[in-house]
């Protein structure tokens, strides 16, 4: 048996525009070059639940968020990511359709996995880890252990598909295959097709 697992943001979904990005800023009266920043940099604790999302966005921000400005964010966050890749999404729902054992490993605060869940492609896939409900993060080995746990499989049954290089390295120390991400025509012919 042969567990495809996705990664959310850049693989199945789009990644998040330019436009978004400022969209967000501007909502909250905020630069959007320190917006950006702020994003980031604080983005791999939040994915953690290191941090709630009023910490999260009030040290984006650089000051105290309002529970409005919150609430804003996150559903405009959620939106951002919310973009299907048209490519990957059709072969996910072929995976699907065939009977394949397919999950989801994501790098996501709990609010925006709940926000993700609700998208019908998400919700289509029985196996979904996201990271803030888990407390561990890409690329740290204990997540890889942690989702093979979960899903009943042995790492080497496990075929992990990511568009970031360090998280593919981190699968294949874990055990797995992996396939590092550029588009669905490329992945469509990495992958191992029949179960």
């Known amino acids: 048996m042969t567990w495809i697992v996705f990664d959310y943001g850049g693989v199945l979904s789009l990644p ?28 791999l604790a939040f994915d953690r639940a290191d941090l709630s999302p009023q910490a999260y966005w009030s040290a ?7 529970a ?32 394949r054992d397919v999950a989801l490993l994501s790098n996501a605060p709990i ?5 993700l869940d609700q998208l ?31 899903i009943g499989a042995d790492p080497s049954e496990i075929v992990f598909i990511d568009d970031r290089e360090e998280n593919v390295e981190g699968a294949r120390r874990a055990g797995m295959r992996a396939v590092h991400f550029t588009d669905a025509t490329a992945l469509r012919a990495a992958l191992p097709l029949s179960a």
Not at 83 to 91: R, S
Request: hydrophobic share 45%; aromatic share 8%.
């Open 68 to 99: 409005e400005e919150v609430a804003r964010l996150v559903a405009m966050d959620v939106a951002s990511w919310a973009n299907p890749d048209p490519g990957t999404v059709g072969l996910l729902a072929e995976l699907l359709d065939a009977g």
């Open 120 to 150: 019908p492609w998400i919700s289509a896939i029985g196996h979904r880890f996201y990271s803030g409900r888990m407390g561990l993060v890409k690329p740290d080995r204990a997540i890889y252990d942690e989702l093979a746990r979960g």
């Open 60 to 66: 984006v921000l650089g000051r105290t968020a309002t």
């Open 111 to 115: 609010c925006v996995g709940d926000g």
């Open 16 to 43: 998040q525009s330019a436009a978004d990005a400022e969209a967000m800023a501007r909502a909250v009266g905020a630069d959007p070059d320190e917006f950006q920043r702020g994003y980031w940099e604080h983005r």
